[in-house]
C-alpha cells in the first residue's frame, strides 16, 4: 500500500525527452526530466560547490569550496561554515539528536558537504513534482535533493527539502520530511502545489554529506516527474497491436500477503508491503536474465532498504528506485507515462515495470483486494488482444499473484490512481526505448 495518491492523469509526458536550449533555460518538451551526471556539469549550466565529475561517470564530493558559498539552506538551516582543511563546507544537524521523530535529523551532529545547484528548467504547467535519483552512499554518507518552482505569478517558492536517502542506517535513517507549508506541501516523496496553483519552471539542488572526509556519495543520475490534475483520463481502448503485444516478460510472482512477513519489522508485511514486493519481482527478473543472485533479494530485505522513517512505510518511490538501483549496474527513475501504449515499447525491450494504481470497489475486474487507495504492482506483459498481463502481490499466494486485467479498467485505475506512475528500472547499458523528440 502507498499513501493515498489522488493526482489525475498529466497533461503530457514522454519519456526521456530531451531539453530545448534557450538562454538561461531549457526546456523540456514533456513532463519528464532526467540527466546523466556526465551532463551535470557548469557546461550544462549546473553550479557545483565542493563536487565535480570522477571516473566512472559520478559525480563526488570534491575539495574547491569558496567559503562564501557555504549556505545554511543547503543543509536545511543547519550551522554551516567553511573548513580550509577539508576544502569542504562544514555542517552540524539543524536538530538536536533524537528530535526529530524520536530519530536524527541527519546524523545528529558534525559533518561536510558539496551542492550541487542546477540552471532553471522551463517546463509545462504542472502542480506535482517528484525527484528520483541513482547513487552509491557507502557507510557514513547520505544525500539530500531539493527543489522550488516558478508559480503561474511568476514568483518562485521556497526550497523544499525533499527526503534524505541513505543506503544503510549506519549513520542517517533515511527519511521524507513532513511539516512543509507556503505554495506547496511535500506529501512524502512528491511536491504537491496548493489547489488551483500550477508551476511553468522548476530548479533542482543535490547535497552530498559525509561524516568522514575520506568517504564521498556517488551520484549517477538525477530525475524529475511532473504531472498535473486533469479532467479525465485519456481514452485506451483506440489502441493498436504492437511488439508488446502477446509478450509475458518471465518476471517471478511474490506475494506481500504471506504469513510468515506478519511479524516482521519495517511494517510487517501485509496490505503496506505491495511496493517492496513489487521491486523485489523486478529485481528477481534481471537477477535470471542476467544471470546475477545478487539482484535476487527477498521481500523483507528489500522492505528494510526502503523503510521511511518518518512516512513509518515502505512506500516511497524513489527509495524504492534509489534501493534497485544501489546494485552495481543498474540504472533507473521514477516516471510518468501519459497511457498503456507509451508502456509496450518497454516491455518489448524486455524490460517490466513496477505501476501505481488505485480503484474503487468493483472497479478493477479480477483484483485480488475490492479497492485500494494506492497500491503497487508489477506490468510484464501483454496479452494478444492488448490486455495487460500483471503480477499483483495483493494476491493471496505466490502462486496466484500472476493476473490479466482488462485494458480500459486497468489503464484508469493506474492513470486516474497516479498520474501514470512507473518504477522503471534496468541494467546500464540495456537497449531501452528512445529519446522522443
Not at 230 to 245: F, L, Q, T
Not at 289 to 317: I, Q, S
Not at 348 to 359: D, H, I, K, Q, Y
Request: charge should be neutral; charged fraction near 15%.
Amino acid at each position: 500500500m502507498k499513501r493515498s495518491v489522488t493526482m489525475a492523469v498529466l497533461a503530457s509526458v514522454a519519456i526521456l525527452a530531451p531539453s530545448i536550449s534557450t538562454g538561461h533555460a531549457a526546456v523540456p518538451s514533456s513532463g519528464f526530466w532526467t540527466a546523466l551526471a556526465p551532463a551535470i556539469t557548469p557546461a550544462g549550466g549546473w553550479a557545483p560547490r565542493g563536487v565535480a565529475l570522477a571516473s566512472g561517470g559520478t559525480l563526488r564530493l570534491a575539495p574547491s569550496v569558496p567559503s562564501a558559498l557555504c549556505a545554511p539552506a543547503d543543509v536545511d538551516g543547519g550551522a554551516s561554515v567553511y573548513d580550509a582543511t577539508a576544502g569542504l563546507c562544514a555542517g552540524h544537524d539543524p536538530a538536536t539528536p533524537g528530535a526529530y521523530h524520536g530519530h536524527n535529523y541527519y546524523n545528529g551532529g558534525r559533518f561536510h558537504y558539496g551542492a550541487l545547484l542546477s540552471p532553471v528548467y522551463a517546463a509545462v504547467p504542472f502542480d506535482h513534482a517528484t525527484a528520483s535519483w541513482v547513487a552509491v552512499t557507502p557507510p557514513s554518507t547520505w544525500l539530500q535533493v531539493h527543489l522550488r518552482v516558478r508559480l503561474e505569478t511568476g514568483v518562485w517558492t521556497r526550497w523544499y527539502a525533499l527526503p534524505i536517502w541513505a543506503s544503510d542506517l549506519e549513520t542517517v535513517r533515511r527519511h521524507s520530511i513532513d511539516g512543509q507549508g507556503g505554495a506547496a506541501t511535500v506529501e512524502t516523496d512528491t511536491l504537491a502545489l496548493r489547489s488551483g496553483r500550477h508551476a511553468t519552471a522548476y530548479q533542482l539542488a543535490v547535497t552530498l554529506f559525509t561524516a568522514r572526509t575520506d568517504a564521498s556519495p556517488a551520484l549517477h543520475r538525477l530525475s524529475l516527474a511532473v504531472s498535473r490534475a486533469s479532467a479525465g483520463v485519456p481514452d485506451p481502448v483506440a489502441a493498436s497491436p504492437s511488439a508488446a503485444w502477446g509478450r509475458d516478460l518471465p518476471a517471478p510472482g511474490r506475494s506481500q500477503m504471506l504469513a510468515r512477513y506478519s511479524s516482521s519489522a519495517y511494517g510487517g508485511g501485509g496490505e503496506v508491503w505491495c511496493s517492496p514486493t513489487a521491486t523485489s519481482m523486478i529485481l528477481a527478473y534481471w537477477a535470471r536474465r542476467l544471470g546475477r543472485p545478487d539482484l535476487d533479494v527477498d521481500v523483507p530485505r528489500v522492505a528494510a532498504g526502503v523503510y521511511d522513517w518518518t512516512y513509518e512505510g515502505t512506500g516511497n518511490w524513489p527509495f524504492n528506485v534509489a534501493y534497485a538501483t544501489s546494485f552495481a549496474g543498474m540504472d533507473g527513475y521514477v516516471a510518468r507515462f501519459p497511457s498503456l501504449a507509451a508502456l509496450e515499447p518497454w516491455i518489448a525491450a524486455g524490460v517490466p515495470l513496477a505501476l501505481s494504481v488505485a480503484f474503487g470497489p468493483g472497479e478493477l475486474p479480477g483484483a485480488p483486494i475490492p479497492s485500494t487507495a494506492g497500491h503497487l504492482l508489477v506490468l510484464r506483459g501483454f496479452d494478444h488482444a492488448g490486455n495487460p498481463l500483471v503480477n499483483d502481490p495483493a494476491a493471496p499466494s505466490d502462486a496466484t499473484v500472476p493476473r490479466v486485467y482488462p485494458r480500459a479498467a486497468f489503464a484508469r485505475a493506474w492513470l486516474a490512481g497516479s498520474s501514470g506512475t512507473a518504477y522503471v528500472i534496468f541494467p546500464r547499458g540495456w537497449s531501452v526505448p528512445p529519446q522522443e523528440p
